[in-house]
C-alpha cells in the first residue's frame, strides 16, 4: 500500500497536452488515462465512460484524427498529439452536421455514448472529405456500421444513428450509397 | 376535448427539446459533477454467494493513506426495499452475504485510488455457506419469496369444453439492463445539517422515501435531485445501497461524497429480468377460442425482494389482454437464489409469458390448420371490455397491428413458403400504461405538473419526472406547447428535484406519458384559462373566441386582432396575481376486488405486434435476423420521431434477449457471474442490427393524453417469441427457450436438446374468482374498504421464509 501511495506522490509531472486546440500544461499522474485526465484534470466531462476496459466505445475521443478508447490510452502518450474530444467537434457555436443531424433524426436517446460515436463518426467522414479514394470504398451504410461497431448504444437500436450519420454524410457530400437501398426513415422521408 | 387538426405541436416529429446538450457533451449526468473537497467512496462487495460474516478487520485499511471515514454494517440498523412489503436489504450487510458483490463495507477517501486501496485492504473472516443457485434448488430447500394462485372462471370446465389440449414448458433466461451509464451518486452536505443528493436514478421520490426512512432524517431534510439517466431500462429504478452510504457518509465527514459504480459491480447490482421457468396448459376449441389455460411460473429472484412481489404477479397478469380467454389460471412463486437481485426490466415480468403464450399460439395453429395471424385475430379481445381478471381495456389496436406487419412483410407468401433456412415468425404483446396502484398505498396523484409563467412570456414547468432517455422531457414541453400556444423549445424545465418539483411516481411501468401528460394538461390547460378571461375582458369578446397559437393570443373570429403572449400573462398577472398553476393526475379506480387485484391495472394496455424474419445456418446453428416488421399501438404518438425510437430500441433489446444476452452464474464457482462484462455480455452491435419497418397504429385511448399510449416497454414483447417462431419455420425445430445460443439450435436440430422439466408445483392458496360476466351482484366500482384491502395483499407478511432461515446449508 506504502508502495502505491509512494508511486502517487512520485509520478506527478508536468505535461502538456493540446485538447481541441487549446494546449494544457498541468500536473498530472503520468500512470492516469487518458480519459481520467480529460474528466476529472481538464474539465472535460464531455467524454463518458460506460466500462473503463476499452468494452464499449463511450470514451472514444480523436488523437491525430483517429478514434482512440481514452480508457486504454495514457494521457503521457498524447504529448504532442492533437486530441479533439466531443467539446471540440463544434466549430464555434456552429453544431458540427453529424451533431445537427442526430439531434434532428433523434440519434440521441439518453446521449450517453453519444459524445463516442460521434467522434468516431467524424473519423469516418474526415477521412472522406480529405481523401480521394472514395471511388474505390463508397461511404455507404456498411461502412458506416463498421465504424460505429465498437459503440455500444443500448437505446437506440443504432438504426437512427446510422440514418444520422447519413444524413450528415449526404449533407456533406459524401454519401455514394447504391440508389436501391433505402437510406432513410419514413420520418425523415416525410419531412422532406 | 381538442380538435387534431388544430393540432399544432401535438403529433409532429421534432427533435427533442434537449437534444443539443445531449449532442455537444454539455449533458451533466451524475458522475460528471464535482464539488470543492469533495471525497470518493468505493464499497468493498462480498466475494462469496452465501457466508456469514464472523470478524472484519479494517485496521490495514484505516493506514491507508488518505482514507477519511469507512463504514460497515453497524453503521446502519434500518432495512430498505422499493416495496414496503420487502424492507429486506441492508445499506452495507452486517452479519450475512447472500450474493456475490453484496455490499459489506464503504471507504471515503480524498482520492478514488486511496478509497480502492483501502477497499482492498479490508480483511474478513467468512464463515462460506453452500448456496441455493436454481430455481429446483431453492424449490426443495422452500426458500419461496412469495406464492400467489388465482383462478378466474373454472379452468377444469374450460378444458372439458375444449377440443384439443396443448401442454408445454417454456424458459426464459435472466438478461440486464446494462444501460451504458454506469450508475452514480454524489451527495453534498449542507451546514445546517440539510443534505442534497444526486444520483441517477429513474425514481427520485422513492428514493427520497428511503434515504429519510434509512438515515433517519426528516424528508424535509433531504433533497433527491435525479441526475439525466443514461440509459435505465428499470435498472435504476430500484433504491440502491451506495446511494445510502454516501449519504451517510457526507452526514459524518461534512464533504460531498461521490461514488461512480464499475461496470461489474452493475452486474452485481442487477435488478433485471427473472429467469422464469413456466408451465402452460391451454385448452382450444376447433375454432381457436381459448376455452381454458392454466400458467405457472417459477421466477428465480435472487438474493432479494426488490420489486419481486410484483413481478410474480406480472407473470399472470397480462394474459388476458390480448386475446379472448374464458377461463384462467395463474399459479406461481418467486424463489429466492444466491445470485443478484432480479427487479423490473423492460416489460417488467410479462416477456416471459408472452414468449410461452405466443409460441403457443403458433403451435395450436400449426395444429388447427389456421394462419397464425388470423387465428389472432379471430379472437382479439374487444376494447371497451373486461377481462376475466378484471382488467379495464380501452382502446384496443392489436388487430390494425396485425394487419400492418402481415402486409408489410409480405406474410402470406412468406409462412410455411420460404426455403428450407429462412422463415418467418409472427407475435403479439400488451402492455400496461403505468400501474393503476401505487407503491405506498395514499390517495395521493401519482403526479404533478406545476406551471408558472413570466411577465416576460417565460414558461416554466416543474415536475417531479426524470428524463431517462426515452423523452419524457420533450413529451411534458410539447403537452404544455400545445395548449399555450408557445414553442416547445421556449419551455423551460425543472424536473426530479423533491425541493423545487412536485412529485411524479418516476420513469417505470411506462407511466410517464400517460400520467405526466395527463397533469400537465390541467395545469397548462388552468393557465390558459386564466389568460383567457383577461384577454376576453381587455376585447370584450367571450373566452372561447380567444386561441393561443405560435406566441400569440389570437380573436378566433378576428385573426387581425391579436396579442403577444408575453402581453397575455401580464394582463393575466395584473387581474389574478402571479400566474402560476398546477395540475395532477390519478388514475381511475380499478374494477378489481380480489386479493392480488393490484398488479396489472391500468389506465390503458399498448398493443403491438411483429413479424421477424431469420435465416438459419443449419450447419453451425447462427440465426441471422434479417428484418423485423413492427406495429406499436400507441394511442396517439404525441412525437413520432421519439416513439419511432424508443420502438427500434425495444426491437434491439428484444432481439438481444432472443439471440444472446444472458446473465447467469456459475453454481461451482463461489456464484460468480459468468460473463460480468461488456465484452462478455453479449449485445447486438451496429453489425448485427437488422432492418426495422416500423409502423404506428394511432387508436386514441380516452385515458391518455390526446389519446396517447405507452411505447418504451411494450414493443419489446412480441420480438423474442417472433424469433423463436420465426426459427421453427425456418428449420422446423421449436425452441421454447431463450437465448437461441446457436449451440441450442444445433442440440435441437439434432433432437439432443435437454428437456425442461418443470417442477412439482401448486400455490398454497388459490383464490377462485367469479369471471366478471358471472357477478352482476358485485359492484364493478369497488368500495374504499374492498379497495384498501385488496391493495393491502402485497402488504401482508410473505409466505414464504427469508433466505437466512431456510437457506443456510453447511458446507
Known sequence: ?192 | MFNPAELNVIGKPIPKVDALPRCTGKLQYADDLTFPEMLFCKIYRSPYAHAFIKKIDLSKAKKIPGVVKILTGEDFSIPFGILPVSQDEYPLSNKEVRYVGEPIAAFAALDEESAYQAAKAISIEFEIVKPSMSIEESLKQGMIHKSAGLEFGDIEKGFLESDDIFENVYFYEGNTHLALEEHAAAAVPDPDGKLTLYSSTQVPHYLHRTLAKTLNLPPSRIRVIASPNGGGFGGKSDVFSHEIVVSKLALLTGKPVKISLTREEIFYLHRGRHPTLMWLKTGVKKDGTISSMHFKSLLDGGAYGSYGVASLYYTGALQTTTYKIENYKFEGARLFTHKAPCGPKRGHGTPQPRFAIEIMLDEVAEKLQIDPAELRKKHLVQSNSITPNYLKVGSMGLGKCIDKVVEGSGWKDKFRKLPYGKGVGLACGSYICGAGLPIYWNPLPHSSVMIKLDRGGGVSVYCGQIDIGQGSNSMLAQVVAEILGVGPSEIKLCCADTDLTPVDLGSYSSRVTLMVGNAAIQAAQKAVDLLKKAVSEKWGISEDKINFKNGKAFNRENPDLSLDFSEAVQLAEAKFGAVCTVGSYTPPKSPGEYKGSGVGPSPAYSYSASVVQVEVDPETGIIQIEKVWIAHDIGKAINPLSVIGQVEGSVYMGLGEALMEEQTFRARYNGVHKAPGMLDYKSLTSKDMPEVETYLIEDPDPNGPYGAKEVGQGPLLPIPPAVANAVYDAIGVRIREIPLHPEKVLFALKNKAPKRSFPSFHAPKVIRVPLPSESPTTSLLSSDLLRSESLRVDSSPSSGLPPSSSGAVSS
Open chain 1, 1 to 192: 500500500m506504502k508502495k502505491s501511495a509512494a508511486l502517487k506522490s512520485s509520478a506527478k509531472q508536468i505535461i502538456t497536452l493540446n485538447v481541441n486546440g487549446r494546449v494544457y500544461e498541468q500536473a498530472l499522474f503520468i500512470h492516469h488515462t487518458l480519459l481520467e485526465v480529460l474528466r476529472e484534470d481538464l474539465g472535460l466531462t464531455g467524454t463518458k465512460h460506460g466500462c473503463e476496459l476499452g468494452e464499449c466505445g463511450a470514451c472514444a475521443v480523436l488523437v491525430n484524427g483517429e478514434p482512440v478508447l481514452s480508457c486504454l490510452l495514457l494521457a503521457v502518450d498524447c504529448i504532442g498529439k492533437e486530441i479533439t474530444t466531443i467539446e471540440g467537434i463544434a466549430d464555434e457555436n456552429r453544431l458540427h452536421p453529424l451533431q445537427k443531424a442526430f439531434a434532428e433524426l433523434g440519434a440521441a436517446q439518453c446521449g450517453y455514448c453519444t459524445p463516442g460515436i460521434l467522434c468516431a463518426a467524424k473519423s469516418l467522414l474526415d477521412k472522406y472529405l480529405r481523401d480521394d479514394s472514395r471511388a474505390v470504398k463508397p461511404l455507404n451504410r456498411e461502412r458506416i456500421k463498421e465504424a460505429v461497431s465498437g459503440n455500444i448504444c443500448r437505446c437506440t437500436g443504432y438504426l437512427k444513428i446510422l440514418e444520422a450519420i447519413e444524413l450528415a454524410a449526404e449533407r456533406l457530400n459524401l454519401l455514394q450509397n447504391d440508389p436501391s437501398q433505402k437510406i432513410l426513415s419514413t420520418v425523415y422521408d416525410k419531412e422532406k
